[in-house]
């Protein structure tokens, strides 16, 4: 049976549309598991813990920005916020609001970090990554170097 190759921008577009799917595409099963539960984790604790207004483009941008690394999702949840904003102080504090926000800025920036992970180890397979640090042959293949 001939071995399946893998189209990395295929991969990489896969990556954004769900976070980790891009790493099940390239077989690398355990790393795509790892990272869905741990970005989706994340953006889903931030829109609970913000009561669903963590998204929120007129109002943060630059966080917005970050947000749309975590996929499409975030346009969708955009489009379906209320039109009228939020009303900090009197359904949910300001607290919980700015950490929602930055808990799906830090999951979509998590995401991209995901993503130029697996685009690496497509172009450098031999080489060890932050993962490998504590492979013995990783190790030992730099000591005898």
Known sequence: MAERK????????LGWL????GHFYARRRLHGLFYFVTIAGLYGAGLVIADGTAINAADHGAYFSCQILAGPITFALE?????????????????????????AATAGVLNLIAICELYR?????????PSDTMRVDAITAQEAE
């Open 6 to 13: 893998v189209n990395i921008w295929f991969a990489l577009l």
């Open 18 to 21: 769900v976070p980790g799917l």
């Open 79 to 103: 489009y379906l916020r209320h039109p009228e904003g939020i009303y900090l102080g009197e359904k949910i504090s300001v607290m919980a609001h700015q950490t929602g926000v930055v808990y």
């Open 121 to 129: 180890r497509h172009a450098h397979p031999d080489e060890p990554g």
